[in-house]
């Protein structure tokens, strides 16, 4: 833009994978993602912290990044939606639920949704409800679905995963 | 829990895929981040574009200085509207705006120059650098005082008769004569505040010019064919030389169903400066783009004898139009058209007026023009119920229109399950248990509609097909389906996946469908009216069918028995008789291919012409099949509070086939939900007394349904398969939104006794309701509505 701006060296973990990254320091994690790491995956449905469609984890816990400045994740773990289906080699129970339940329609907002519901279902003790879901996922829009599917998903995977882990 | 996705075969049913539920062909991958939608796509040497908007509501542009911004370091190029100045419009007939304003702008967000630049903040920069001195102008934002000011302050310089956008006047039978027979008649006057569609992807387009003269636009639309007819018209390039692609899409509702700025600028920019140019919409511009539902402030008066059959309707209504005709012409229409079912009635008079007022552009949004008036109309039959002490249910069963009918504005009506919709939401909602006995402050409300599943006439007038799909069998055993259909997430690339699937005997993940790109597929008009699964469904039908009969001749030569006996099912040819004569598939495919030659067939389908009326307008509503939808709701009213809470919505639609459960329940699931967003929370407006800016551009102050918000939707499929679907299926997509907001509404009525007949059902407004019928209670005028809770 202008030469005053000076881009910092940030080391962070995406997806278990460590970058060293030149990084303009009024860029958020959203735009590091997805224009300078190519991880398109997260996206950007109002920039604003509304709409809940850039949601990642930061060690693990649900953040919007269009509201995360890129310079503030140094040194912390970050996952995308790219990175969760590695946990089970290749496909997360919950998108095979999502496929299943035909819970993604347009599936701009599920990357997030689907980031939302993990850290739901990884803190759960035991599996989820109606209301949990709901509550985890307030955060998220949805325009497509009226959540009905999506509610049907999370909670068929809680089952699912509860059941792989009583065996 | 989920059916067995895995489809079954089984030779005693009829089909192996239709009616089953099915993964999409192309969920997983819009699921695992790697699908790249329009604004994932990145083209080397990339420039960013910028469009610089009014402040102004209505001001004459003065002049435009771009020389300071073409100055900065970074900014390749500006354009404004004297560099692409030919109007256009979705409709033919009504061509009223320019990429960019020439002379004048309309409402606050119109573009007026745009900029390429070597990133995005220097695009903004240079945005603020463009000098653009306006004259400004009177704004009007009521509809009436725009129709009165005509001809002192007009609005759009290309409009024909002055603020009127369009008016409609269409009457069946004796109006007079019926309203005179009546033992009731329902004076009522309803507000449709305007709403917007709200997808969560933005608009977002990219192009490139190559030297050999070809532009190839990206853009998420949901109507690539007539985008890639105003690129042509507007930047003066033959068709043959554009390309449109439609890249995975993130919603639309009806919101990306036109040309938009970015798409004309991207290519212009694109051409001048020979680098790709990319724009995204913020979520502020996207509000402002806008071209949602309208406002329409609908006075009505309906007619009935003393057991509640429909004598007359008579409808006046004033449409706020916004900027722009946008698809206007035919929104005026379907303001009345789609009213005539599904009951009969003894006469009916609709009077539309469309006027043009400084605010962003209305349009088409989920249930284009027939949401406001329905939810009118079914207010109306509940105040008749009411009145007549007739079971409100019960009303609707005694004016039904029935299948193979006739509406009275003369629109052939095929088959028929509203009768069955209206049974199984009473049933499910137990409603004949329930309702007399919920307390104060508790109701139940019902509604029903009718919808379209496209229309009988294109956009352009042409009598070619309005559909076409290509289909190619390789020798791997697999399905390329080549369709020009737009996938806007509806799930329509699966629907025709499930079709070929079904004729060819290969699973889903088997066909390949390449959708939306005017290189490569047959021309088809776009995902709007609903016309996909029908339309498409059908032109893919035929070409399965042809290939189908291909194979099996072969496969029947090869055996010696007769072709009728071969069956292609999960990667199989076999003998119905003998099913233990069987190959692979692939076999089947190499047998064809040696007899035919390479494998391939197109299919194509164009609307029947004798369904609609002999009468100027008659063909608009004209539709091949009417899916028909009940709903009912279930609500808690806070007396104190006056917050409604919608904790139920029983939705049943007639789709006529379901040819895939789960996406059908979606689209149902998807529309309650959405009629619901508009009936309590969402408002569309801009401000008069702040200049015509809009009250809240964004998805937090425009308030959608959250997870918390949304009822339970229950959905109830019902099939009536019509002769003129593939397999019998009509529409899901629209349909199912209509009786969302009437049922709501009626539902309020039966909870607490007051009339919302102005959207939405906001707090302050039912407060203002309840205190209007405690005054009337406490005068005497109105008695009490129902027992509270434990006094019965």
């Known amino acids: ?167 | 829990m989920p059916d067995d996705v895995k489809p079954v075969p089984q030779l005693a049913s009829t089909t192996w895929q239709i009616g089953r539920v099915h993964r999409k062909v192309d969920a997983m991958e819009r699921m695992r981040g790697v699908l790249r939608y329009t604004d994932d796509l990145t083209l080397p040497g990339m420039l960013h574009g910028k469009i610089k908007r009014s402040p102004h509501a209505h001001a004459r542009i003065i002049s435009i200085d771009a020389s300071r911004a073409l100055a900065m370091p970074g900014v390749f190029a500006v354009v404004t509207g004297k560099d692409f100045p030919t109007p256009y419009g979705i409709i033919p007939w009504t061509p009223d705006e320019t990429a960019l304003a020439v002379d004048k702008v309309l409402y606050v967000g119109d573009g007026v120059a745009a900029v390429a630049a070597i990133d995005e903040d220097t695009a903004i920069a240079a945005l603020a650098a463009i000098d653009v001195q306006y004259e400004v102008l009177t704004p009007i934002y009521d509809p009436e005082q725009a129709l009165a000011e005509s001809d002192s302050n007009p609005i759009n310089p290309y409009a024909k008769h002055g603020n009127l956008s369009k008016e409609v006047l269409l009457e069946f039978g004796d109006i007079d004569g019926q309203i005179a027979k009546a033992d009731l008649v329902i004076e009522g006057e309803y507000f449709f505040e305007g709403t917007t569609h709200a997808a969560i992807e933005p608009h977002c387009a990219l192009a490139q010019a190559e030297p050999n003269g070809l532009v190839t636009v990206w853009s998420a639309t949901q109507v690539s064919h007539y985008l890639h007819r105003e690129l042509s018209k507007v930047l003066g390039i033959p068709a043959h030389q554009l390309r449109v692609i439609q890249p995975p899409l993130g919603g639309a509702f009806g919101g990306k169903s036109e040309p938009f700025d970015l798409e004309f600028c991207v290519a212009k920019l694109a051409m001048i400066t020979g680098r790709p140019v990319k724009i995204l919409y913020t979520r502020e511009e996207v509000f402002y783009a806008h071209r949602g539902r309208h406002p329409m402030r609908m006075r009505y008066r309906t007619g009935f004898t003393k057991d509640g059959k429909i004598l007359a309707m008579d409808a006046k209504t004033t449409i706020d139009g916004g900027a722009y005709s946008s698809f206007g012409l035919v929104t005026t229409f379907y303001s009345g058209q789609l009213a005539c079912s599904p009951y009969v009635m003894g006469a009916y008079r609709f009077h539309s007026r469309r006027a043009y007022t400084n605010k962003p552009a209305c349009g088409p949004k989920r249930g284009h023009g027939s949401v406001q008036p329905r939810f009118a109309t079914e207010v109306q039959l509940d105040k008749a119920a009411v009145a007549l002490g007739i079971d409100p249910i019960e009303l609707r069963r005694r004016n039904d229109l029935g299948a193979d009918s006739e509406t009275l504005n003369a629109f052939k009506i095929g088959s028929n399950g509203f009768l069955e919709c209206l049974s199984r939401v009473e049933a499910a909602s137990e409603w004949r248990e329930r309702r007399a006995a919920l307390p104060f402050g508790r109701g139940l409300g019902v509604a029903g509609s009718t919808y379209i599943s496209g229309t009988n006439y294109p956009i352009y007038p042409n009598a070619m097909p309005q559909a076409a799909v290509q289909i190619c069998v390789d020798r791997s055993g697999r399905a390329r389906v080549f369709s020009g259909a737009n996938d806007i997430g509806q799930g329509s690339s699966t629907m025709l996946a499930v079709i070929v699937s079904e004729e060819l005997g290969m699973p889903l993940v088997d066909i390949r469908v390449l959708a939306a790109d005017t290189d490569l597929t047959p021309v088809d008009l776009g995902a709007y009216s609903s016309r996909i699964t029908l339309m498409v469904g059908n032109a893919c039908l035929e070409a399965a069918k042809k290939l189908r009969k291909k194979v099996c001749e072969s496969v029947a030569k090869r055996w010696e028995i007769p072709a009728s006996r071969v069956v292609l099912i999960d990667r199989q040819a076999l003998d119905r008789e003998n099913p233990e004569q069987r190959v692979p598939l692939t076999q089947a495919f190499w047998w064809a291919e040696e007899d035919h030659g390479l494998l391939g067939e197109i299919g194509s389908y164009n609307t029947p012409k004798d369904r609609h009326g002999e009468y100027r307008g008659g063909t608009i509503g004209a539709s091949p099949a009417y899916s028909f939808t009940a709903h009912v709701a279930e609500v808690e009213v806070d007396p104190e509070t006056g917050v409604v809470l919608v904790k139920h919505i029983w939705v049943a639609h007639d789709c006529g086939r379901a040819l895939s459960r789960r996406i059908v329940e979606g689209q149902m699931e998807g529309s309650a939900y959405m009629g619901f967003g508009e009936a309590l929370m969402e408002q569309h407006i801009v401000d008069p007394k702040h200049w015509g800016v809009h009250t809240g551009p964004s998805l937090l102050d425009y308030r959608i349904p959250t997870f918390l918000d949304t009822p339970a939707l229950h959905s109830l499929i019902v099939e009536a398969p019509d002769d003129r679907g593939p397999y019998g299926a009509k529409e899901g997509g629209e349909g199912p939104l209509h009786p969302s907001i009437p049922a709501i509404a009626n539902a309020i009525y039966d909870a607490v006794g007051v009339r919302m007949d102005e959207l939405p059902f906001s707090p302050p407004r039912v407060l203002r309701a309840l205190a209007a019928r405690a005054a009337a209670e406490a005068a005497g005028t109105l008695p009490k509505h129902k027992p509270e809770e434990g006094h019965r």
């Open chain 1, 1 to 167: 833009m202008n030469g005053t701006v000076r881009a910092a060296l940030v080391r962070l973990t995406v997806n278990d994978r460590e970058h060293a990254i030149a990084v303009e320091p009024h860029r958020t994690l959203l735009e590091v993602l997805r224009y300078q790491l190519d991880l398109i995956g997260s996206k950007q449905g109002c920039d604003k912290g509304d709409c809940g469609a850039c949601t990642v984890q930061i060690d693990g816990t649900p953040q919007l990044s269009c509201l995360t400045l890129a310079t503030a994740v140094a040194g912390r773990r970050v996952t995308t939606v790219e990175g969760l289906g590695q946990c089970a080699g290749g496909c997360h129970p919950l998108q095979d639920a999502f496929d299943r339940h035909d819970a993604a329609q347009c599936g701009f907002c599920t990357p997030g949704i689907l980031l939302s519901a993990e850290a739901l279902l990884r803190r759960a003790a035991r599996p989820v409800t109606d209301t949990e879901v709901r509550e985890a996922l307030a955060g998220n829009l949805c325009r497509c679905t009226g959540y009905t599917k999506i509610i049907d998903a999370v909670i068929d995977a809680s089952r699912t995963m509860f059941a792989g882990a009583a065996e």
